[in-house]
């Protein structure tokens, strides 16, 4: 990977791997150390990353970033991001499922994001997390029967 | 096969977008058989995530790099170049001096060389009747008598060679042609007549010349510069000297020695 492919991937990329790790940190602070970070880090093996695999290979060390950034400061409150970035008709239900994530340990819900946000299947996203491909299906599916509960009891509880 | 045990499994593969077509075809089947979980099928694609797309990073530009221009290292190992380019001014600068001192000792040995125009020994104002005449076989006597000394074996020589001896003989007075006289020579034959023996021979009042061994000088104090520059030049040669012996020094030291430089997880050992 050359400079110039570095920074198409700078252009092309940066957005998604922020909204990415500001869900997983939960703090758009953190987030912009993750990405600063993450790209830091493909500027350095810019020689050993093909471009094509440059994608993956931001996400692997966002991921990492994120989860060690969660897991170091043992966050419990979740940070919201501002109310006028929702694009969705339904700010109501973008809310109840931003605290569902919430309610996910750090990987369950770098998984969820992978998925849902970047459309990974769970053979990339098994690449990228270091994870079996079973494990991620099993931790996926956990978590989405967590925040199928979640929705459940907040239309109950409204 | 998909059952009330499973069923969750498969619609959450089903949100995700996992299934094969097969799969799907019997998720479907299954919620034939029991449309009363259609709605929770409902509820998993209801908790599918959708990306603010809203959310963008501001700071892009500061990611922006640029390829770093790329240095050209010359001479990478200055101070080997350098030290070579030392030691070679001062082998040239020394030979340059050796030259201009040998010119300076014998200014008339090539000229003496030209036969046409030296004159020929016999011809040297004031010099004794010429050893040309004495005969071969005194001649022969002579020169094993004299052999060691410089002067006989200048006589032993043609006179083409005798007249260049001549010529530097003015110039170099240690090395002069003594005259041999008729008289010395008359004396030779009477003590040793011809019975094949070697001729005794006893010169009166001979002495051989003293050869002065030529002084010798430092190439540094022959240099044509003046005295100032010939300190500076015998300064550059001794710190040239200390740092080579200093080198050599430390290359002893360091010999059959090890550094090993840990680097995080790796090591690296150099062995000398």
Redesign the interface.
């Known amino acids: 990977m050359e400079a110039n492919d570095y920074n198409i991937c700078v252009k092309q990329l940066s957005d998604a791997l922020f909204r990415f790790a500001c869900k997983s940190t939960g703090s758009p602070d953190d987030a912009h150390d993750v990405v600063q970070n993450s790209f830091e880090v493909l500027w350095q093996k810019r020689k050993d990353v093909e471009a094509g695999k440059a994608k993956a290979f931001l996400f692997q060390v966002a991921y990492r970033q994120s989860v060690d950034t969660y897991r170091r400061k043992s966050r419990i409150s979740y940070v919201e991001v501002p109310e006028q970035s929702y694009a969705l008709p339904d700010p109501g239900l973008r809310k109840v499922l931003d605290n569902a994530l919430a309610q996910l340990g750090e990987q369950a819900r770098a998984l969820v994001l992978l998925k849902d946000y970047e459309g990974y299947s769970y053979e990339e996203i098994a690449r990228i997390t270091d994870l079996t491909e079973a494990q991620v299906k099993v931790y996926l599916h956990r978590a989405r029967k967590l925040l199928k509960d979640y929705l459940i009891s907040v239309e109950h509880v409204l | 096969m998909i059952t009330t045990g499973n069923y969750?499994?498969y619609m959450?593969?089903h949100?995700?977008g996992?299934l094969q077509p097969r799969e799907v075809e019997a998720l479907l089947a299954f919620l034939n058989e029991h449309p009363h979980l259609a709605g929770?099928l409902a509820?998993?694609e209801?908790?599918?995530?959708?990306?603010?797309?809203?959310?963008?990073?501001a700071?892009?530009d500061?990611?922006?790099?640029?390829?770093p221009a790329r240095k050209i290292a010359l001479f990478t190992n200055w101070r080997t170049y350098s030290a070579a380019a030392g030691i070679a001014l001062l082998l040239v600068i020394g030979g340059v001096a050796l030259r201009e001192q040998n010119k300076t000792a014998m200014p008339a040995a090539i000229p003496a060389a030209d036969h046409d125009t030296a004159a020929p020994v016999d011809s040297v104002p004031g010099a004794e009747p010429s050893v040309t005449s004495v005969d071969p076989a005194v001649r022969v006597a002579f020169v094993k008598a004299f052999s060691q000394t410089p002067v006989v074996r200048d006589v032993n020589r043609k006179d083409s060679r005798r007249t260049a001896t001549a010529n530097a003989a003015t110039t170099m007075p240690h090395l002069a042609l003594e005259p041999v006289t008729v008289a010395a020579v008359s004396r030779l034959q009477t003590a040793a007549p011809n019975t094949g023996e070697p001729p005794l021979v006893n010169l009166d009042a001979f002495e051989l010349p003293e050869i002065s061994a030529p002084v010798k000088k430092s190439w540094l104090e022959a240099l044509p510069v003046n005295d100032l520059k010939k300190q500076g030049l015998a300064n550059v040669g001794s710190v040239i000297a200390t740092g080579y012996e200093e080198v050599a020094h430390l290359k002893q030291n360091i010999s059959d020695k090890s550094l090993t430089i840990k680097i995080q997880q790796r090591k690296l050992i150099l062995s000398f």
């Open positions: 969750e499994e959450a593969m949100a995700d996992e929770e509820l998993y209801q908790v599918k995530l959708q990306p603010d797309y809203g959310t963008t990073y700071q892009k500061t990611l922006l790099r640029e390829e």
